[in-house]
C-alpha cells in the first residue's frame, strides 16, 4: 500500500461529508482512507457509514481518546508507505493526492511535505486568505524557531521516518501538537512545502486552534516549551525573562498587550544571531533575514514602521512602508480570524 490517508472524526457531522468527498474524488484512486473515530455522539459515524467505498477503514476508539492518541494510533495501524493528514472539516483539492506522492516519491531525503492553501472562514465564506509559507528546508527551519510553517492537514509523512525515530505527536504540547512534531523531525530531517495551494483550510468558531487563542495563557506555556526546543538546538542561554521575550515576539500577532520594550526585543534578537554565527546552526543570510522579519512583525503590531528602518535588522531583510502598511492592513483580517 502506497497511501493512507489519516482522518480522525469527532463530532464532526456539520463538515464531514464535503471533507470526505474532497479524499474520495481524488485523481490518485489507490489508498487507505483510514478513518478513526474518536467516540462521536452525533450523526458522524451514520454518515461515514454511508459511503459504500472499500477504501474506508473505519476505525473506532472504545472512548474519546482525544486528538494526539488517536493520531498515534494511526499512525500505528496506517498501511501506506505515506500517511496523508486530513481533517474532517477541511477540502483537498482533487490533484492533492497525486502532487504529493508523485513529489515524494522524487525526493527521497524528504521526510515531510506540506503545501500552501486558502484559509476561509465558515460563518464569513467572503473571507479567504492565501497562505504564503516559507518553501525550503533552510528557510522552514529557521522560522520552526519562531512559528510552524506548516498547514498540519496539508502534510504527507513517511512513515518509516516516523516509526525508525520514534516520532510522535506529545502531550506535552497540546493544541500545538503539530508544531512540536516538526520542530523535532526538523532537527534532523528534511522538511519542505510544496509550492501549491492544495488545501482548503477551514477555520470554524469552536476549532482548537481558535480555543487555544482564546486561552493565551495557557497557549504560551505550552508554546514556550516548543521554543526551548529551537534555544536548545541553537545552542543559546537564556534566562526566564528572555524565554518571555521570545514568545512575545513570536506571537506578536496574536497580543493585544505587550510586555517588553523594542529595546529589549532587539537585545534579544542579536544575541540570537551571535549564537548563530558561533555554533553555525543555520545559514547566516538565511537566519539573519529571518530574525529581522520577526522584528518587522514586532514592528507592526507594536511600534512604528520607522523602528524597522531604523534597526540593524532592516540590512538583513530590507522593507519598505509599503510592506509595513500592507502587513498592517492584514491585522483586522487575522483579527476576525480569531
Not at 29 to 56: A, P, Q
Not at 161 to 185: A, F, H, Q, S
Request: net charge positive; charged share 30%.
Amino acid at each position: 500500500m502506497m497511501v493512507t490517508v489519516l482522518m480522525p472524526v469527532y463530532n464532526a457531522s456539520e463538515f464531514l461529508r464535503e471533507a470526505m468527498d474532497s479524499i474520495l474524488d481524488q485523481t490518485y484512486e489507490e489508498f487507505e482512507f483510514l478513518i478513526i473515530n474518536d467516540g462521536s455522539t452525533d450523526s458522524s459515524v451514520n454518515i461515514i457509514e454511508s459511503y459504500e467505498d472499500e477504501r474506508i477503514r473505519l476505525v473506532h476508539n472504545t472512548e474519546n481518546f482525544g486528538l494526539i492518541k488517536t493520531l498515534n494510533k494511526g499512525i500505528e495501524m496506517a498501511f501506506g508507505k505515506y500517511i496523508i493528514r486530513m481533517d474532517a472539516d477541511d477540502i483537498s483539492e482533487n490533484n492533492r493526492i497525486e502532487i504529493q506522492v508523485n513529489f515524494m516519491e522524487k525526493n527521497n531525503d524528504v521526510a515531510v511535505a506540506g503545501s500552501n492553501g486558502v484559509i476561509f472562514l465558515s460563518d464569513k465564506p467572503l473571507i479567504k486568505k492565501p497562505t504564503d509559507f516559507p518553501i525550503k528546508y533552510s528557510e522552514i527551519r529557521c522560522k520552526l524557531l519562531f512559528e510552524s510553517p506548516i498547514i498540519h492537514p496539508a502534510v504527507i509523512m513517511r512513515k518509516n521516518v516516523l516509526l525508525k525515530n520514534n516520532y510522535r505527536y506529545r502531550n506535552e504540547y497540546k493544541d500545538t501538537e503539530d508544531y512540536g512534531l516538526w520542530m523535532e523531525i526538523a532537527k534532523e530531517h528534511k522538511i519542505v512545502n510544496i509550492p501549491k495551494k492544495l488545501l482548503r483550510y477551514r477555520i470554524v468558531s469552536n476549532s482548537m486552534t481558535n480555543q487555544a487563542l482564546k486561552k493565551m495563557s495557557d497557549r504560551i506555556r505550552v508554546m514556550k516549551k516548543i521554543y526551548i526546543l529551537g534555544l536548545d538546538y541553537l545552542g543559546v542561554k537564556y534566562s526566564e525573562d528572555e524565554l518571555d521575550i521570545h514568545a512575545e515576539i513570536a506571537l506578536s500577532s496574536t497580543l493585544k498587550h505587550f510586555q517588553y520594550t523594542k529595546k529589549s526585543v532587539e537585545k534579544w534578537l542579536q544575541k540570537l544571531i551571535a549564537a548563530n554565527n558561533s555554533i553555525g546552526r543555520y545559514r547566516a543570510e538565511i537566519f539573519n533575514k529571518e530574525i529581522a522579519e520577526q522584528y518587522f512583525s514586532v514592528c507592526v503590531y507594536n511600534g512604528a514602521y520607522v523602528d524597522y528602518k531604523n534597526s540593524k535588522f532592516a540590512d538583513y531583510n530590507p522593507k519598505s512602508f509599503f510592506s509595513y502598511m500592507k502587513l498592517k492592513s492584514a491585522v483586522r483580517i487575522k483579527q476576525m480570524v480569531r
